[in-house]
């Protein structure tokens, strides 16, 4: 069965930083492109990075680029998100997220891990 | 970038309607867009894929059509477990953008 599990959220104040793991198992994680995904309370679904099976590259949105860097561990079937210089904006329920393949969403999703930034 | 705008951004609609939301892409994506459901306070999960195929387990009655810059999904038949918030989302390129959803609500 494949698992996803988020940890490492929690309370920061702005500017500070955190780091988010992702532990996969149940499939071949090396062989998957892997996203963080983030959902503001209330609000719609916002990608925050990808990183492809290797980790050998990957991919941010303006909002979060010099800020947030995704990568990987395949050995440890692990990825991890380091956010930076964090926002009162980047408050959010943070998800990893398995990519099937590049003709493919996400197929499947952890329970998040929440992320709050406030003095 | 590609701007994803969905419409319209509610929905309500009595059970057994037949219910279509859309997705317009500011530019060409082929057909690389997926769609999610979303119910309250849960994780969201993968309905269509590739904008016409039907992720595995998914019921019948969810459709999806579309190419280039405009897609839709349909129910066939609204059923009162449907009630969730749909996302599509562009996959052809970063960022992988979503919309920026549809909440549907049973009349």
């Known amino acids: 069965e494949v698992q996803l599990l988020e940890s490492g959220g929690g309370l920061i104040q702005p500017g500070g930083s955190l780091r988010l793991s992702c532990i996969a198992s149940?499939?071949?994680?090396?062989?998957?492109?892997m996203s963080w995904v983030r959902q503001a309370p209330g609000k719609g679904l916002d990608w925050v990075s990808a990183v492809s099976g290797d980790g050998r590259t990957t991919y941010y949105p303006d909002s979060v680029k010099g800020r947030f860097t995704i990568s990987r561990d395949n050995s440890k079937n692990t990825m991890y998100l380091q956010m930076n210089f964090l926002r009162a904006e980047d408050t959010a329920l943070y998800y990893c997220a398995r990519k099937y393949s590049a003709t493919s969403g996400f197929d499947y999703w952890g329970q998040g891990t929440h992320v709050t930034v406030s003095s | 970038d590609i701007q994803m705008t969905q419409s319209p951004s509610s929905l309500s609609a009595s059970v057994g309607d037949r219910v279509t939301i859309t997705c317009r892409a500011s530019q060409g994506i082929r057909d690389r867009l997926a769609w999610y459901q979303q119910k309250p306070g849960k994780v969201p999960n993968l309905l269509i894929y590739g904008a016409s195929t039907l992720q595995s387990g998914v019921p019948s009655r969810f459709s999806g059509s579309g190419t280039g810059t405009d897609f839709t999904l349909t129910i066939s038949s609204l059923q009162a477990d449907d009630v969730a918030t749909y996302y599509c989302q562009k996959y052809d390129g970063a960022p992988l953008t979503f919309g920026g959803g549809t909440k549907l609500e049973i009349k």
């Open positions: 149940g499939f071949s994680f090396s062989n998957y492109g």
